[in-house]
């Protein structure tokens, strides 16, 4: 029974930045690649960054670049995603997901 719970979303001014955690269960998280998407209202869900078992190979969106870093530790199951220099167009619901499973999401919202 697989499941994915994301956190650290929240509000924040333009420039700023979040930390999201993923904590995964009932899955053999080492054995994983894993990746983030964002989700904006009344559009497809769109991969913002991929990080492969042991972090050693990344892929990041364009839009994302230079901005957010994808990382994992394994001994805690835990994917994070931190994200700097935010800017209004990052502003979105932001899911985890491993294989074909899903998160219920974080909203990240930035705005003035």
Same mark, same amino acid.
């Given at each position: 029974?697989v ?7 929240g509000?924040?001014q ?16 080492? /054995? ?9 209202p009344?559009?497809?869900?769109e ?5 492969n ?15 957010f870093?994808?990382?994992?530790d394994?001994?805690k199951n835990?994917?994070y995603?931190q994200?700097? /220099? ?11 997901s491993?294989r074909?499973?899903w998160?219920?999401g974080?909203?990240?919202?930035? /705005? /003035?």
């Open positions: 029974q499941q994915l719970v994301e956190s650290g979303g509000l924040v333009p420039g700023g930045s979040l930390r999201l955690s993923c904590v995964a269960s009932g899955i053999a998280f080492s /054995s994983e690649g894993m990746s983030w998407y964002r989700q904006y009344g559009k497809e869900r991969l913002v960054a991929v990080i078992t042991f972090g050693h190979s990344t892929y990041y969106a364009d839009s994302v670049k230079g901005r870093t994808i990382s994992r394994n001994a835990t994917m995603l994200m700097d /220099s935010l800017q209004n167009a990052d502003t979105a619901v932001y899911y985890c491993i074909t499973d998160g219920q974080t909203q990240v919202t930035v /705005s /003035s």
